[in-house]
């Protein structure tokens, strides 16, 4: 067959290990972590699905090589621990039953050890080692690392690859970058060191280049060793992209892949991870300039998702290998529908950290379109149902959507009705805001799906109880979502007044002065979009916070954008009335304001449909109610819920 996408899908030799394509799984950190440090089998699961959907190489992440300096609970390789060797050989052995390469890496976190740890206030008693003296921004001791523990630190990275390799592993990834300990060496700003590991370039590398003899000697020779580094610390004090590529040429001789990565621990987690306010492959460039100066195959990494523009990077030289993790969650077999030229039918990551703030929140993972991720003992095979059954989905949103796919999937035959002229529910307001597109595209790709597997889409089709009944259906299940909130506050429905639902239908309305009435998670996205337009922007909100409904990865993210936009925000501010200037507000002593805009959107939150449920409940033999319509939520919940209630039926 001919490859719509031939550079990605071509294998590639590294060392003496061939890859069935350039599409690569980065690190992704497991998600039943076990007091021993050992990888449970919810994380052995985790990563097979991304084998099992066609990824070239899947790495686990990360080891811990001297837990004695570095307390993160992450996993530890060794023999002592019960366990530890089996754990990591069946997680090796269940990634490579699908022809992908079992990678693994290794990793010290430095002067920021317990980074991982889910009870923060257990850092108190942690020694936070690094390269030189200091106290970290939150005031905590960091110890300089003695010749003779550098020494053990060496040592103990090549008897973790050792074991690594013994356990079926055919590729060690050692974790350079990022602002973990090997990075902490490289960067003048916090090695300060006077000795023969400080000063010079070639002295702040000695340390890396020590490690990666010591793995070297471990897995011999042939055996692929893959160097993540940060081309570029992105930060003043750290080493920018011509250091890089100094130190990419000091190591390359002990490499046989070049991962280049961004930023490290002190520029924040939005651009290591590229948040969705930056382009994707924003990080691209660092790749593409260290690889002209390089003869090992270099790989790129950050917030890449769309096959033809990963097709790009290759077939230009900008790298050999493209590597991702977010994508891999929230579509695993993103890699296989590419080899397959299925890439319409891929479910592109949203770049919503549902994912990482998950793990931090709970110890889990989550994603926000896919319902399987950290779940997936639970079973990731959709099976027939014996008995098939009528099924109405009352709902064309996301929920809906996924609930209509699901049920086709498992042989129902499927009704799906949506009461406007599109599907896609809340989502098709994110077509107007470009960092939100590909919210937009998950209505229209899960769509696609659900009709390609026998949905049949009655679009201008409200659910009645009368139209239910009609049907005479074996299941219902209603996704009705929710309303805009519109409180009764006088002028809040003039003309210049826009619901940010709608703002896609009425761009046009919006003038160059703004008021977004509402500080929640839609309303400071609205505000930020409109920032970017250039217009003048004031953010309204009724709380002592903006956003308190939004991850605590994204948030942080969010609010620095716009800090960085000059939102001028308004907290403690309550709207009275919306006049043609503005909108009246109340502060928290009574005094009002006005708050100058000529146009003003109106994100006040979302309200349950629960009267069109109430009517719906008795209309069939079994019926699920999910998303919206139960409790105004997020999309994570409305896909979760949607899959499993077409599971029930």
Not at 204 to 211: C, G, M, P, S, Y
Not at 462 to 487: Q, R, W
Not at 565 to 586: D, M, S
Not at 631 to 645: L, M
């Amino acid at each position: 067959m001919q490859r719509k996408y031939p550079n990605l899908c071509k294998p590639i030799t590294i060392g003496n290990v061939t890859f069935r394509n350039r599409m690569f799984g980065s690190p992704m950190g497991g998600t039943d972590i076990t007091a021993d440090c050992t990888i449970g089998p919810k994380s052995t699961a985790f990563y097979e699905l991304r084998a099992k959907g066609g990824a070239a190489s899947v790495t686990v992440s990360e080891v811990v090589v001297h837990p004695e300096t570095e307390a993160s609970h992450m996993y530890h390789l060794d023999l002592g621990t019960v366990d530890s060797l089996a754990s990591f050989t069946y997680t090796a052995d269940a990634i490579r039953r699908h022809g992908a390469i079992a990678s693994v890496e290794l990793s010290h976190s430095g002067q920021y050890a317990g980074t991982y740890l889910t009870d923060k206030n257990k850092k108190q008693g942690l020694a936070q080692w690094g390269p030189s003296p200091g106290v970290r921004p939150d005031g905590r001791e960091v110890k300089e690392l003695s010749q003779e523990l550098i020494d053990d630190i060496v040592a103990a990275y090549g008897r973790c690859a050792g074991l690594a390799k013994r356990a079926g592993y055919e590729m060690i990834m050692v974790h350079g970058g990022h602002g973990w300990l090997i990075n902490q060496f490289f960067s003048p700003y916090f090695n300060r060191r006077t000795d023969k590991y400080g000063g010079s370039l070639e002295n702040r590398v000695r340390f890396a280049q020590e490690v990666l003899d010591s793995v070297r000697e471990a897995v011999g020779s042939g055996f692929p060793i893959e160097f993540r580094m940060s081309g570029s610390e992105l930060f003043e004090g750290g080493y920018d992209l011509t250091e890089g590529i100094e130190i990419a040429k000091l190591i390359e001789s002990r490499v046989d892949l070049l991962h280049v990565s961004a930023g490290t621990y002190q520029t924040g987690f939005g651009i290591t991870h590229p948040s969705m306010f930056l382009p994707h492959g924003s990080n691209v460039y660092l790749a593409a300039e260290i690889k002209k100066h390089v003869s090992v195959p270099v790989a790129t990494v950050g917030g890449l998702n769309d096959p033809a523009q990963m097709e790009e990077i290759i077939a230009s030289g900008q790298a050999d290998v493209v590597e991702m993790a977010r994508a891999l969650l929230a579509d695993p077999e993103l890699p296989k529908k590419v080899m397959s030229n299925r890439d319409e039918d891929i479910i592109k990551c949203l770049r919503c950290f549902t994912c990482m703030a998950e793990r931090a929140e709970t110890s889990t993972r989550r994603c926000t379109v896919n319902p399987l991720i950290g779940r997936e003992m639970d079973g990731t095979e959709i099976y027939p149902s014996p008995n098939p059954r009528k099924v109405l989905v009352a709902g064309g949103g996301p929920g809906g959507l996924y609930a209509a796919l699901t049920a086709a999937k498992r042989g129902h035959k499927v009704i799906l009705c949506e009461k406007s002229d599109e599907i896609g529910g809340i989502l098709r307001g994110e077509q107007a805001i470009p960092f939100k597109y590909e919210m937009y595209e998950l209505g229209v790709t899960l769509g696609k799906l659900a009709k390609d597997a026998g949905v049949e889409i009655r679009l201008n089709t409200p659910v009645t109880k009368e139209y239910a009944e009609k049907e005479n259906v074996d299941a219902l299940i209603i996704a009705v979502g929710s309303a805009p909130l519109v409180p009764p506050i006088p002028g809040l429905n003039g003309d210049n007044v826009v619901i940010v639902n709608n703002y896609y239908l009425e761009k046009d309305k919006v003038s160059d002065s703004v008021v977004v009435l509402g500080g929640g998670l839609a309303g400071c996205e609205a505000a930020i979009h409109f920032a970017q337009e250039g217009k003048t922007v004031h953010l309204v909100e009724m709380r002592a916070e903006l956003a308190p409904d939004a991850n605590i990865r994204h948030r942080p993210i969010m609010l620095k954008e716009i800090e960085k936009n000059n939102i001028q925000v308004h907290l403690g501010f309550k709207g009275l009335c919306v006049t043609k200037e503005g909108v009246v507000c109340a502060d928290s002593n009574g005094e009002e304001h006005l708050v100058p805009g000529t146009s003003v959107i109106c994100a006040l939150g979302q309200r349950a449909r629960r009267n069109v449920v109430d009517e719906l409940m008795d209309c069939a033999p079994y019926v699920s109610q999910i998303g919206d319509c139960v409790k105004a939520s997020t999309i994570t919940t409305a896909i979760y819920q949607g899959y499993h209630a077409a599971l029930d039926i």
